[in-house]
T-cell receptor, first 111, second 118 residues
């Protein structure tokens, strides 16, 4: 499974756009990139998933360059409630396949 | 639709005891996975069940076991509890329920069971 590297922590202010980059140099051809969000004492929550180029949904955008060796999660106009740990996962997309979580990025949003 | 339900939410046990945790997946989901989360080790995969069969297993001792019933509900058991077993145990379910086929292996997590071993 591809190893991922992301910043340990990031600080931002309400209303700003936040970009969290994840490095995954050894990504395999059949690997997807998935981001989860976790609040304290809760289970992770799926945010977005992509394979290449750009994916957007109602909460975030995911940018994946052509070589797929990195990806960037973009959160538009963050609020205090976006303070959480964000995990970048890379792995095959067969359903039920185990998820390998790294340390994640602690995002702190300040007022 | 109802999410993943884990019971109980909190448990306090003493060393040497055993514990059983329960997980009810999202209706229609047939895959159930279990994870352990600790401050030191982070989120680690325990095992995954599909159609009552364990398909995948993480690197945990045999004291950790699980099973899945015909209605996809799952239980995990930890025997001979150790202090280091204190953790948040998370259950996740996944499966095709008419969602976009472009979204693959999306796992939906429950709120977890917080186990404290004294």
């Amino acid at each position: 499974l591809a190893k991922t590297t992301q910043p340990i922590s990031m600080d931002s202010y309400e209303g700003q756009e936040v970009n969290i980059t994840c490095s995954h140099n050894n990504i395999a051809t059949n690997d997807y990139i998935t981001w989860y969000q976790q609040f304290p004492s809760q289970g992770p929550r799926f945010i977005i998933q992509g394979y290449k180029t750009k994916v957007t949904n109602e909460v975030a955008s995911l940018f994946i360059p052509a070589d797929r060796k990195s990806s960037t999660l973009s959160l538009p106009r963050v609020s205090l409630s976006d303070t959480a740990v964000y995990y970048c996962l890379v792995g095959p997309a067969e359903y039920g396949n185990k998820l390998v979580f790294g340390a994640g990025t602690i995002l702190r949003v300040k007022s | 639709k109802a999410g993943v339900t884990q019971t109980p939410r909190y448990l306090i046990k003493t060393r040497g005891q055993q514990v059983t945790l329960s997980c009810s997946p999202i209706s229609g989901h047939r895959s159930v996975s279990w994870y352990q989360q600790t401050p030191g080790q982070g989120l680690q995969f325990l095992f995954e069940y599909f159609s009552e069969t364990q398909r995948n297993k993480g690197n945990f001792p045999g004291r950790f076991s699980g099973r899945q019933f015909s209605n996809s509900r799952s239980e995990m058991n930890v025997s001979t509890l150790e202090l280091g077993d204190s953790a948040l145990y998370l259950c996740a379910s996944s499966g095709w329920t008419g969602e976009s086929i472009k979204a693959k292996n999306i796992q939906y997590f429950g709120a977890g069971t917080r186990l404290s071993v004294l």
